[in-house]
């Protein structure tokens, strides 16, 4: 789709940035930077807003999932954390694989076709918990595509296997079982920021950068997709931020360029939620900066396809005015959320397919129900296909 490029700076700066976008050129650290460092935020959002046009014209994807978090009790105590507890601790759960099949049974009346499972990193369930887990909800929902564990609980499972000493073999074995029983992708998170200080300051303990990017690369080459976040807006500077995207570019460069193998589908700049975490002194930041987070990342990260206003973190009406910024997906239908919380204090934190559509189509934009891997859902209530031809975009 051609959408012309008629966009005058106010900012000369950013002349540059303008040209390499209207000739589809890579953008630099430095443009990065310019970005961010610009008063000229409309400049910034609407040079996003012509990408996503040009890669998905007017499309908005949202999906009808459920996320699942089955512990809170983790042996790490990242600062910007306030979901995670000890296992004494009051408000420690771990749930029992009955209460997992009970979700995949909802999961599969409410017509989802995904869930996203995460969690703490639980000292004492074993791996058989997890691959139970799986087995499971395969049972219970076998066309339910199920993206589950970020990277460091993939490190974890190495870890309470000893397969870990084995490095990537050890991982790549782990990845292999799991899939085995049912995984069918990873989520994006516990990437953080790919940065040493930062990681020494606030996720101390947690794995780095690296071994994060070790965990998606033997995910793709095994043939599974996943996706990557960004955690902004506590201790890093803009400059880390723009290092993160450019380390998830090169690695999609690499993914790209071998046959059969999985690849970063999503990118998700996750805003620094507060709440009662040791970073709680910190104001998080703020509208303005998180429209102009998603618009460089949709600038920078040119060979993902699809940028997530994840609406639970942004709020539905922030991840709206995101669409004209760069954002070409909102997340789902969620239920429920224990990581953060922002327009509730309950873990019920439930859009429905309706708030979701009118969310959407208010903004100016054409809702499509996608499945995890961005076919074309087909619906008739609580039933549903997949479409096999590729999405058009007009
Ligand atoms: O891994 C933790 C982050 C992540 C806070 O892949 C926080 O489609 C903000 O990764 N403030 C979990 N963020 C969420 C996540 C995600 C969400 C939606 C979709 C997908 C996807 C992935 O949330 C964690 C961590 O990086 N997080 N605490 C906080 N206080």
């Not at 749930?95 to 989802?112: P, Q, R, Y």
């Not at 004492?124 to 799986?134: C, G, Q, R, V």
């Not at 009662?276 to 930041?285: I, N, Q």
């Not at 309950?346 to 009118?358: G, I, K, P, S, Y």
Request: net charge negative.
């Amino acid at each position: 789709m051609l959408v012309s490029t008629t966009i005058q700076a106010t900012d000369s700066s950013l002349d540059s940035i303008v040209a390499k976008v209207a000739n589809q050129e890579r953008l630099t650290l430095a443009d990065g930077i310019a970005l961010y460092e610009s008063p000229d935020l409309w400049t910034v959002c609407s040079l996003a807003d012509n990408v996503r046009r040009r890669m998905h014209g007017d499309i908005t994807y949202y999906n009808i999932n459920r996320h699942i978090n089955y512990t809170n009790v983790c042996a790490l105590s990242c600062k910007f954390c306030d979901f995670h507890r000890k296992k004494d601790q009051e408000g420690a759960y771990e749930h029992s694989l009955d209460d997992i099949k009970n979700e995949a049974a909802l999961a599969v009346e409410s017509g989802a076709t995904e869930i996203h499972i995460v969690g703490g990193l639980h000292p004492w369930l074993p791996f058989e918990y997890y691959t139970s887990m799986l087995e499971a909800i395969g049972e219970i929902a076998p066309e339910i595509h199920i993206k589950a564990f970020t990277a460091v609980e993939i490190v974890h499972l190495a870890r309470i296997t000893k397969r870990a000493r084995d490095g990537i073999a050890g991982i790549s074995s782990v990845l292999e079982e799991l899939i085995e029983c049912g995984l069918g992708s990873l989520p994006g998170g516990g990437a953080e920021v790919f940065d040493d200080r930062v990681h020494d300051e606030v996720f101390r303990g947690k794995i780095g950068g690296e071994k994060w990017m070790d965990v998606h690369r033997v995910a793709h080459q095994l043939g599974i997709n996943s996706n990557a976040t960004m955690l902004y807006g506590h201790v890093e500077t803009q400059e880390d931020r723009i290092n993160h995207m450019l380390l998830l570019r090169e690695e999609q460069d690499r993914a790209l360029e071998c046959d059969n193998y999985g690849k970063f589908q999503t990118i998700i700049p996750l805003p620094f939620i507060p709440g009662v975490s040791e970073l709680a002194h910190l104001p998080g930041p703020c509208g303005v900066e998180n429209l102009r987070t998603i618009a460089i990342t949709r600038l920078m990260l040119d060979n993902i396809p699809h940028v997530k206003a994840f609406w639970i973190m942004q709020t539905l009406q922030m991840a709206q005015h995101m669409l004209e910024c760069g954002a070409n997906d909102i997340d789902g239908t969620v239920v429920w959320y224990d990581i953060t919380k922002v327009s509730s204090d309950t873990t019920h934190q439930e859009c429905t397919v309706a708030d979701l559509q009118r969310a959407i189509i208010d903004a100016g934009f054409v809702p499509v129900e996608r499945d995890t891997l961005y076919r074309k859902v087909m619906r008739d209530g609580t039933r549903w296909s997949i479409e096999e031809r590729p999405i058009t975009v007009h």
